[in-house]
């Protein structure tokens, strides 16, 4: 029963197969073998499947094939007699073990197979004997391209199915046979002994005659325990009388039962097995015993509720998943409905996941997955059902609530429980939720509308600043069929060009010189005009769209810092943002490398910008990214740096050149004393490390005075100058009257 068990579910199926055709005890035996043939062939796909029995004069009559050129090969008449050394057929006869034939099929009698195709006589062939009662009584030959890939389950069928095959020709034999009588089963019962199928003969009256070693293995009673017994010993009250009515009413009628059952093993157990009950019946057509054949199906049945269990969960949190979620909706849309009642659909999205994925990794970011949706089932009550969509999605069911008041406070009670830091890996994790959330009947009729306005809240929610809940109401819908358009907008403003690059300067403090420029994404969308990066940007990243136009920005402002070099010979030094997805790309450095080449600029000029939590996200392949793209010539700033999770250890091995300053500490550097301390040390660590520091967001001369004083290299912001397009830009430079000249302007009396 071993190597049955191995097989999959596929497998299973096959042997049931092959089991009913070697069990039709009124049929030939060249029919039954040619059955088996054909079901090998259609059910694995092999070249060819061949089959014959070997006559008392030791010849090997080929009676049974199926594939290619079967009707060539059906009739071919084998040897294996001593004139043909070595035989490979006797060695698989008197050894009764699979033998390989890698030449093919020529490898028997190459003469016999000289009328097949050259493809046909060369396939790799393997043999195996079909036994019965200690001895080959034929071959079932597998002739295919590659014989050594076949899946370990396949060989296992394809062994049983010829040892199945051996033993049922000759029970097939012995019952067709004149002197069937009592000493005819005794001697079937000594050759099935050797099957892996548990098999017991009982006569008319329902007395077990006989068992062979499987049944004892598998129900637990010895033989003797059995002989004489009904096999009512089995009985697991696990049916109804009317099902064993209905079995006997089958056999009575068509000879033959087959189908599942459960029953009781002699310890008490209960077990599911696949059981065949056929009638036998001597030459005058009167019944004259019974043969129940059956398998242990219990690790099948273990293995159906553990993919029925996967395919209805999710892995990682072990909730339901998207398929259950959507059964148990309907269900409770259902029941609601004849008892006229409420449901409540949660939509639960986690806020800024991303930058915990982008930070510290996919299997840091799974961790605090588990610990949220162990959070939310504490929020929630046993007969609510929470699941999880996918990625950092979660819905629930609520029923039976006596208000809205109710469900929002079950919303509430997990935006609070949220709150509390998740420490993975000794990291204090903080993660917020947005909630949508949508009524039955008033905002939908069915779940499929449920889970579309709920999701329509949630976006409500997370577009009104994040950790809060919305119960949906109609003028949200716009909001869903906005976001829609402005991706298909977006796709036509890569295709027609809608896109320009703003510039804004970045000024060396002890010069005062314009030293540098930010190459910034605009959308000037026609009939509208120009639209907020913070309103498209996140959505170009949400579709993928991000890519082609961060190569866009990239070729565009290599092309125009070529134009100023070659109009006005400025060597000013071009800064260029990288998304997340970009610095991902493989070939990120070729492609930078291209659009170098193809606009003309020198590499020395440009300066590649990527946030502080990309680059550590993945630490070793952002410094192999880096050291290519410096490589290529190009300078390497660290954007936004303090707003991450840097460690110094790694920030010294990365080849950049200098660290940018956020904004939100620079806004408060004259009056905020912790602002102005984090400042300070990010400038002294750069410093020391070799870096220059530029501060973004300087609008304010308090601000400037604070950072020139305490050695910061360069600035940029409103102070300065605003973002402006090329042409403008141009001009600005012709106007710029230089750091000292804007200070004396801002103090003059």
Known sequence: ?????????????????????????????????????????????????????????????????????AEQVTGTLLTYSDEFEPCRLRQCIDNMVPVHLSEGLIALNSQAFDQLPEQTRTLPTVLYPLKLNGSCVGILGISTQKPQQQKQHEQALLQLTAQHAGFALGMLRSFVSKDNDQGNLKLAAAVFDSSLEGIFITDTDGTILAANAACNRITGYDSLELIGQNPRLFKSNHHGEEFYTALWNTVRQHNQWEGEIWNKRKNSDIYPQWLSISAIKNEQGVVQNYIGIFIDISKQKAAERHLAYLAYHDQL????NRELFHDRLNMAVLQAKRSQQNIAVLFIDLDHFKYINDTFGHATGDQLLQQVALKLASCLREEDTLARMGGDEFTVILQEFNNRQDVEMAARRILDALDTPFLVEHHALYVSASIGISFYPDDGNDASE?????????????NDGRRRLH???????????????????????????????????????????????????????????????????????????????????????????????????????????????????ANLSTTVTNILKETGMNPKFLDLELTESVAMQDVYTSLRTLKTLKQAGAQISIDDFGTGYSSLSYLKQFPIDRLKIDQSF????????????????????????????????????????????????????????????????????????????????????
Not at 317 to 320: R, V, Y
Not at 498 to 517: A, M
Not at 691 to 719: P, R, S, W, Y
């Open 450 to 462: 449920l889970m579309k306005r709920a999701d329509t809240a949630m976006y409500s929610a997370k």
């Open 317 to 320: 949190t072990e909730l339901p």
């Open 666 to 749: 620079v806004a408060d550097i004259a009056t905020d004393p912790n602002s102005a301390a984090i400042v300070l040390a990010i400038i002294a660590m750069s410093h020391s490390l070799g870096l220059d520091v530029i501060a973004e967001g300087v609008e304010t001369q308090e601000q400037l005075k604070f950072l020139k004083m305490h050695g910061c290299n360069e600035v940029q912001g409103f102070l300065f100058g605003r973002p402006m397009p090329a042409e403008e830009f141009s001009k600005f430079l012709y106007q710029w009257p230089g750091l000292k000249a804007l200070a004396n302007q801002h103090y003059s009396p």
């Open 1 to 69: 029963m071993t190597s049955t068990l191995n097989l999959d579910q596929d497998g299973m199926a096959v042997l049931l197969d092959i089991h009913d055709i070697l069990m039709t005890w009124n049929a030939s035996e060249l029919s039954v073998l040619q059955k088996v043939c054909d079901k090998l062939r259609s059910s694995l796909h092999f070249d060819l499947v061949w089959g014959g029995l070997i006559s008392p004069n030791n010849n090997l009559s080929i009676s049974a094939a199926a594939g290619v050129d």
């Open 471 to 585: 119960f949906f109401q109609a003028s949200m819908e716009g909001y869903s069929l906005n976001r829609v358009a402005m991706e298909q907008h977006l796709r036509i403003a890569l295709e027609q060009n809608e896109f320009i690059v703003f510039y804004q300067p970045q000024i060396d403090l002890n010069s005062g010189r314009i030293v540098g420029v930010e190459a910034l994404l605009r959308w000037q969308r026609p009939g509208i005009g120009l639209i907020p990066p913070n309103q498209f940007i996140p959505l170009a990243e949400d579709t993928g769209l991000i890519l082609p136009i961060g190569e866009w920005v990239l070729r565009e402002a290599c092309k125009q810092h070529k134009l100023w070099k070659n109009n006005r010979n400025l060597n000013l030094r071009m800064g260029v943002n990288l998304s997340s997805h970009q610095f991902k790309q």
